[in-house]
């Protein structure tokens, strides 16, 4: 099975930039539409960002405007780019398909702590 690596977070104040990197052991394609997800503490986790395999990019309201997803699929790598980056978005980054049945195991995602 596909495995998930995250990385790039880290503590940055507000109004920095990270850019997250979601690695994966195989095809991503065959994953079909990726996301980025986050979880706060105490919340759910929430969809952040998908991208299709054509490219097709859909944003959720809260990040629209400052995040930037993208795949390489040539590298089986997703990425988002944050900018203008908000202590509300403090969270754990993960991403998967957004399609459950093609969905693989959670990687261990990626901490990203907005703070002066």
């Known amino acids: 099975q596909v495995q998930l690596v995250e990385s790039g977070g880290g503590l940055v104040q507000p109004g920095g930039s990270l850019r997250l990197s979601c690695a994966a052991s195989g095809s991503i394609f065959s994953l079909n539409t990726m996301a980025w997800y986050r979880q706060a503490p105490g919340k759910e986790r929430d969809m952040v960002a998908t991208v299709t395999n054509g490219g097709t990019t859909v944003y959720a309201d809260s990040v629209k405007g400052r995040f930037t997803i993208s795949r390489d699929n040539g590298k089986n790598t997703v990425y988002l780019q944050m900018n203008s980056l908000k202590p509300e978005d403090t969270a754990v980054y993960y991403c998967?398909?957004?399609?459950?049945?093609?969905?693989?195991?959670w990687g261990q995602g990626t901490q990203v702590t907005v703070s002066s």
């Open positions: 998967n398909s957004v399609i459950p049945r093609l969905r693989v195991s």
